[in-house]
């Protein structure tokens, strides 16, 4: 669908170019078929390439690599804080901040109220 195809009504004054805009992102963001099993290959890949080592969580899934020393954790909202930032990296993915936030939760000794 492009915005030219538009259903007639979303191109009406009354919806303006913004609903047109919104048709068509919509329809490119239907669900597409996910193959499981490469998505699980790809997040065990992750979990290999973060560790702890001289008291630093270090994630290589960069070229460069991206280390967070723990001692600048010391809560749950420092953890939130460095959870924030990484999300700003453009390696960073859903899948490895969670990977980031069990590493480090379990470094630190700390317990999950959910786990």
Known sequence: MTPESTP????????????C???????KLKPAFVDLGQVMQEI???EKLISVKDGCVVME???AGY???????????ELTDWMIHLCGKGWMTPDRLAIFAET???????K???A
């Open 61 to 63: 899934w960069n070229h």
């Open 8 to 19: 007639d009504a979303a191109r009406s004054p009354q919806f303006g170019a913004s609903a």
């Open 21 to 27: 805009s919104l048709f068509y992102f919509m329809e």
């Open 44 to 46: 065990e890949k992750d």
């Open 67 to 77: 280390i967070v020393e723990l001692r600048r954790i010391k809560g749950w909202a």
């Open 104 to 110: 480090a939760i379990k470094a630190k000794g700390w």
């Open 112 to 114: 999950r109220k959910n």
